[in-house]
């Protein structure tokens, strides 16, 4: 869905939770457009056993900041054929939610999230989670 560069003022080796971290800001965006997942730890977000999206996190240490890459997949349609395999058009529409799921308003909402999260999770470490 998309990647975004973030830069922390820690060392790599405290950045260890920051996966979960992210995907515990997905799992709370998408609750705000009423859908309910869960997290297989420590970077995937399910609903039942059915894989709905994915974070992967490179970090590099650069001029005495580390900064992350952090990806971010999330389903948004998927074809027929694939199995076991979640999508955020189809979880709306088995909630019978009227209309049809937003792109727009979900990555909105997804960086709205990661962005409160993140700046938390960069001042006070992973305690507040």
Same mark, same amino acid.
């Given at each position: 869905?998309f990647?975004?560069?973030? #830069?922390?003022?820690?060392p790599?080796?405290?950045?260890?939770?920051?996966?979960p971290?992210? !995907? @515990? #800001?997905?799992?709370?965006a998408?609750?705000?457009l009423?859908?309910?997942?869960?997290?297989?730890?420590p970077?995937?977000?399910?609903?039942?056993r059915?894989k709905l999206g994915g974070i992967?996190i490179?970090?590099?240490r650069?001029?005495?900041?580390?900064?992350?890459?952090v990806?971010?997949?999330?389903?948004?349609?998927?074809?027929?054929?694939?199995?076991?395999?979640a999508s955020?058009?189809?979880l709306?529409?088995t !909630?019978?939610?009227?209309?049809?799921?937003?792109?727009a308003v979900?990555?909105?909402?997804?960086?709205?999230? @990661?962005?409160?999260v993140?700046?938390?999770y960069a001042?006070e470490?992973f305690?507040?989670f």
């Amino acid at each position: 869905m998309f990647s975004f560069g973030w #830069a922390f003022d820690r060392p790599q080796y405290e950045l260890g939770s920051l996966s979960p971290v992210a !995907a @515990l #800001a997905c799992r709370r965006a998408l609750g705000c457009l009423g859908l309910e997942t869960q997290i297989k730890w420590p970077n995937d977000l399910v609903v039942g056993r059915d894989k709905l999206g994915g974070i992967l996190i490179e970090t590099v240490r650069a001029g005495g900041k580390t900064v992350a890459v952090v990806g971010i997949g999330i389903n948004f349609v998927l074809p027929k054929e694939v199995e076991n395999a979640a999508s955020v058009q189809s979880l709306f529409q088995t !909630a019978s939610r009227r209309g049809n799921a937003d792109a727009a308003v979900l990555l909105e909402t997804l960086l709205a999230e @990661l962005g409160a999260v993140l700046e938390q999770y960069a001042e006070e470490g992973f305690a507040p989670f």
